[in-house]
């Protein structure tokens, strides 16, 4: 199994999420938050409040999968957030030793 992990623009989730779905791929996560990077657009800053020397948000997508299905995902997530300009973000992939349901 692997855990996928992308850092995208916020205005991107809808198009990435719609676009896994509709790939039967329904099951993921989303986080919001704030980010400092080398990878900010010049044209666009996003000021957080909260922690003034971040200055742009960004989505967290988590997903979890097959080992077959991790470039079909990967594919979607860079297709679907992709702009062509820096701060489009960057995805990370992981083994997954185990995954265990809660509720059995």
């Known amino acids: 199994m692997k855990e996928i992990k992308a850092f995208i623009r916020t205005n991107k989730v809808n198009d990435v999420a719609l676009n896994l779905q509709k ?7 989303l986080f919001e938050g704030d980010g400092s990077g ?3 657009d010049p044209d666009k800053e996003y000021p957080s409040l909260k922690h003034p020397y971040l200055h742009y ?4 997508l988590e997903i979890v999968c ?3 299905d991790e470039n ?3 594919k979607i997530i860079k297709e679907h957030a992709h ?3 820096s701060g489009d973000g ?7 030793e185990q995954k265990v349901r ?3």
């Open 72 to 74: 079909t995902i990967v």
């Open 38 to 40: 080398n990878f900010s």
């Open 83 to 85: 702009t062509g300009k």
């Open 23 to 29: 790939n039967s791929f329904c099951c993921f996560s």
């Open 66 to 68: 097959n080992k077959e």
């Open 90 to 96: 960057l995805i990370y992939v992981s083994n997954v």
């Open 102 to 104: 809660i509720r059995d």
């Open 57 to 60: 948000k960004i989505a967290k």
